[in-house]
C-alpha cells in the first residue's frame, strides 16, 4: 500500500501562551504524531501514543491493535489515508494547557477502498496522563471509529460483499454468439430417488467418462438429507449427453447462469474458455479485485481480452453489532458490465475451414486482403471451449497418445516456411535488379554448389526436367536452385534489410499476440545460409497469420495489409509501397501459372471451384543439420483470388511427409474454395 503523508492544515501561530512554561507540551504534537503513523500505516506506534484505558480495552479484545488493522485495511483495500485537523489558537481563546486536562479535535478522515472513497469526520479525545516519571504527557484516547467510520464498538463486526459484473460477451462480425452469457445443466443425484447409488453413480461416471468414486462422494455430500439433489457436474445445453444421464434412476437435470460457447469446438484455440483462478494467477493479479474464487479467462482471447470483458466488481461494506443485527452500509460501490468484444471472425467461414482441413494436424487463416480482417483463424486438433470450461474431457483427446496436440496454438507459431517465401525473395531481386524475370539461367542436374568451399553440401531441386529456367518456371517447378542462386546475388545485408521491410524481426500488430518471424538467429552470416534463406529454409521462421500478410502484397500494389481481428477497427497498411506495382505483377504471373499452368505444383485438372486463384506451394524440412535427411516436413499452400482480390487463405499442415506433401496442402484449400462459394 501506498503511504501517504498525514495532511495537517496547521494555522501558522505556534505562540507560547504567556505566563506558560517554555516546557508544558502542546496536545497537536502528540495527535500529530498520532495521525501520521496512522496514515503511514505504523499501527505499533499509534499503538504507543494511546492513553492507559485505551491499552486495557483493546487488550481484552480477541484481536490484537496490528492485525486488526492490517486485516481491516488488507481486506478492504484501504489505502491513500489522509487526516485533516484545525488547530486551536490557545492564546487567542486564553486556553491554559497546565491547566486543561483534556481536548477533543474534529479530525476529517479520507481513505481510498475497493468500494470507493470513505470519508468521515472522527472526533479524538487528548487526555493528560502521567508516565513512570510522574510527568504529564497527552495521550489518544481510542475509539473504533479510529479504524473505520461506523464502528461503534470493539467488538462490531465489518463485512464485504462483492457486486459481480456481468461478464462481456464476445461475437463474430454478424452477431453470432461465440462466448456468451447463458444457462448450463446442473446435473445432480437424488439419492433417495435412485435403486442403488453406487450403480447410479458408475453409469453416470462412465456417461462423462469421469471418476466414479468421485461421483458417489459427490453424492452423498448431504448425508443427512438424501432426499436433496447434490450437484455433480454442470453440462452445456447442447451437450447429447445429458439425455443419457437424465435416463439414469436419481438423475436430475437443473438450470445455473454459466458461460457458453455455442460454436466452442471450432473456436478452441481463438476464444479459449474460463475457469477458476489459480493461486499462482491471484497473486499475479493482487490489488485488482480478484478473489480466491474468481473465475477469469484462462486462455486465448478469453484471457486476451480480460480486462475488457471482465468489467469492474462493486462492492458493499457493512458493519454489524456483535450478534450480526443492525447491519448498516458504511460505502458501496456498484459494479459496472464488461464490454462485449466483436471479431471479424465469420463462423460460418471458420467452420468451413475448420471442415476442409479434416482432422489434419495445422492451421489456417483466411483473410480479406483489401481490409486486413481475418475471416478465420483455425489450428487443429483442438479443444472444445464447453468442456475445457466444465472440467471435462474431451472425447478426441481419448484416442490420443500425446493429447498436448490438442492445445498448440499453430496460427501463433512460427515454422520454417519453406517455397512459399519464393515469391519474396523473387521481389527483392527485382527490385534490386539482381533479377530479370525472362533471364534463362542453366541448370543442370539436381544438386548445385557455387564452388567446392561448401564442402559435401548441395542445393537440391525436386525436378530437374528444366535446365533453361526463369521466373515462371522456377516458380511453378518451386526450383530451389534458382532461388538459392538469386539470393547469393541479393546479398545477405540486403536480404536482411528485405526482411526488416516486411515486418521480420518484430511482432505482427494483430488483436492476438503472435510470435514474431524471424530472417535468422543471428543475422545472415554464411553463403549457405544466404542461400538457403533464399528459397525459404535455413533458419527463417514465419508465422501462418503474418505471411498471409505477406501475401497481400500482391493484391494491393506492392502494399501489406495490417490484420485485424476486432471489427470497426479502420484498415490500415501495416508496410506501404514494398515494392512497385510493375515488380508485383511480374511475380504474380508467376503465381497464377503455379495454378493454371499444368506443370505448376498447385495445378490441378479439376480443382472443384471456378475461381481464378493464384498461390504458392511449400514444402519446408525441419532439419537440425545442414546434412540430415528424412525428418519431419511442414506442407504449406497460400492462395487467393487474383480476380475477386476478396480472399487470402494460408494452410500449413505438420507431418506433411506422410501426408503427401504440400499437395494435401493444396487439396485442402481447394475443398475450401469450392465451400465458400456454396
Not at 599 to 606: D, L, P, Q, T
Request: charged content about 25%.
Amino acid at each position: 500500500m501506498k503511504k501517504i503523508g498525514i495532511i495537517l492544515c496547521l494555522i501558522l501561530s505556534m505562540v507560547i501562551f504567556a505566563g506558560c512554561s517554555s516546557k508544558v507540551e502542546n496536545p497537536e504534537d502528540t495527535l500529530k504524531e498520532y495521525l501520521d503513523n496512522w496514515s503511514n500505516q505504523k499501527y505499533d506506534e499509534m499503538f504507543s501514543r494511546l492513553n492507559g484505558e485505551s491499552v486495557m480495552l483493546i487488550r481484552n479484545q480477541e484481536w490484537a491493535f496490528d492485525e486488526r488493522y492490517e486485516k481491516v485495511y488488507s481486506d478492504l483495500r484501504i489505502d491513500n489515508i489522509t487526516a485533516v485537523f484545525e488547530p486551536v489558537d490557545f492564546k487567542g481563546e486564553k486556553i491554559d494547557l497546565e491547566e486543561i486536562t483534556e481536548i477533543v479535535y474534529p479530525v476529517d478522515i479520507t481513505m481510498d477502498s475497493l468500494a470507493g472513497e470513505i470519508a468521515y469526520t472522527t472526533h479524538i479525545k487528548m487526555v493528560k496522563e502521567k508516565n513512570d516519571e510522574d510527568k504529564e504527557n497527552w495521550k489518544v484516547v481510542w475509539h473504533p471509529t479510529q479504524l473505520l467510520t461506523g464502528l461503534e464498538s470493539p467488538t462490531d463486526k465489518l463485512s464485504v460483499r462483492t457486486l459481480l459484473p456481468q461478464r462481456g460477451e464476445i461475437f463474430d462480425r454478424n452477431g453470432n454468439g461465440l462466448a456468451i452469457n447463458g444457462s448450463l445443466y446442473q446435473v445432480s443425484i437424488v439419492p433417495n430417488s435412485t435403486e442403488d447409488l453406487e450403480e447410479t453413480a458408475i453409469r453416470f461416471a462412465k456417461v462423462l467418462g469421469i471418476d466414479d468414486e468421485q461421483v458417489l462422494k459427490l453424492a452423498k455430500q448431504y448425508p443427512h438429507r438424501p432426499d436433496w439433489a447434490a450437484p455433480i457436474q454442470n453440462l452445456a445445453l447442447n451437450d447429447p449427453r445429458a439425455k443419457e444421464l437424465v435416463a439414469i434412476p436419481g438423475v436430475l437435470l437443473g438450470q445455473i447462469d454459466g458461460r457458453q460457447y455455442p460454436s466452442g469446438d471450432v473456436t478452441g484455440h481463438l476464444i479459449g474458455h474460463m475457469g477458476a483462478i489459480t493461486a499462482e494467477e491471484l497473486q499475479n493479479r493482487q490489488g485488482q479485485g480478484y478473489t480466491s474464487t474468481s473465475i477469469i479467462g484462462k486462455n486465448n482471447l478469453e484471457l486476451v481480452f480480460e480486462e475488457t470483458l471482465r468489467g469492474t466488481p462493486g462492492a458493499v461494506i457493512s458493519v454489524t453489532d456483535e450478534s450480526g443485527k443492525n447491519g448498516r452500509v458504511i460505502a458501496e460501490r456498484s459494479s459496472v458490465d464488461g464490454e462485449d468484444v466483436h471479431l471479424t471472425i465469420d463462423i460460418d467461414i471458420q467452420r468451413k475451414l475448420v471442415k476442409s482441413l479434416n482432422g489434419e494436424i495445422g492451421a489456417g487463416v483466411v483473410m480479406d486482403p483489401a481490409t486486413g480482417e481475418v475471416l478465420a483463424l483455425v489450428s487443429e486438433p483442438a479443444f472444445d471451449s464447453n468442456l475445457r470450461y466444465l472440467g471435462l474431457r474431451d472425447p478426441r483427446a481419448m484416442a490420443m497418445e500425446d493429447t498436448t496436440v490438442l492445445f498448440e496454438r499453430r496460427f501463433q507459431n512460427t515454422y520454417s516456411p519453406g517455397s512459399i517465401f519464393k515469391p519474396f525473395t523473387a521481389v527483392m531481386g527485382i527490385e534490386e535488379k539482381t533479377l530479370d524475370p525472362t533471364e534463362k539461367i542453366n541448370i543442370s542436374g539436381r544438386r548445385w554448389q557455387p564452388n567446392n568451399s561448401w564442402g559435401g553440401y548441395h542445393i537440391t531441386r525436386v525436378n530437374e526436367s528444366e535446365s533453361q529456367v526463369d521466373l515462371n518456371i522456377a516458380m511453378m517447378r518451386s526450383d530451389n536452385i534458382y532461388f538459392a542462386q538469386q539470393a547469393l546475388r541479393i546479398g545477405n545485408d540486403k536480404m536482411e534489410a528485405w526482411a526488416e521491410k516486411l515486418g521480420f524481426g518484430e511482432p505482427i500488430p494483430f488483436e492476438f499476440p503472435i510470435y514474431a518471424s524471424a530472417i535468422a538467429n543471428s543475422g545472415i552470416n554464411t553463403e549457405v545460409l544466404l542461400a538457403d534463406t533464399g528459397y525459404g529454409q535455413g533458419q527463417i521462421l514465419v508465422s501462418p497469420v503474418h505471411m498471409t500478410a505477406m501475401y497481400s502484397i500482391f493484391v494491393n500494389d506492392g502494399s501489406m495489409i495490417q490484420p485485424r481481428l476486432i471489427s470497426g477497427n479502420e484498415p490500415e497498411f501495416y508496410r506501404e509501397n514494398i515494392a512497385s506495382t510493375q515488380t508485383i505483377d511480374k511475380v504474380l504471373n508467376s503465381l497464377i501459372a503455379v495454378v493454371e499452368d499444368n506443370r505448376g505444383s498447385a495445378n490441378r485438372s479439376n480443382p472443384g471451384h471456378s475461381r481464378k486463384i493464384a498461390g504458392k506451394t511449400g514444402t519446408a524440412e525441419l532439419k537440425k543439420d545442414l546434412n540430415e535427411q528424412g525428418g519431419e516436413q511442414i506442407g504449406w499452400y497460400v492462395s487467393f483470388d487474383y480476380e475477386k482480390k476478396d480472399l487470402v487463405t494460408t494452410i500449413m499442415i505438420q507431418n506433411a511427409q506422410l501426408r503427401g506433401g504440400s499437395a494435401k496442402a493444396v487439396n485442402i484449400s481447394n475443398d475450401f474454395w469450392r465451400s465458400i462459394d456454396q
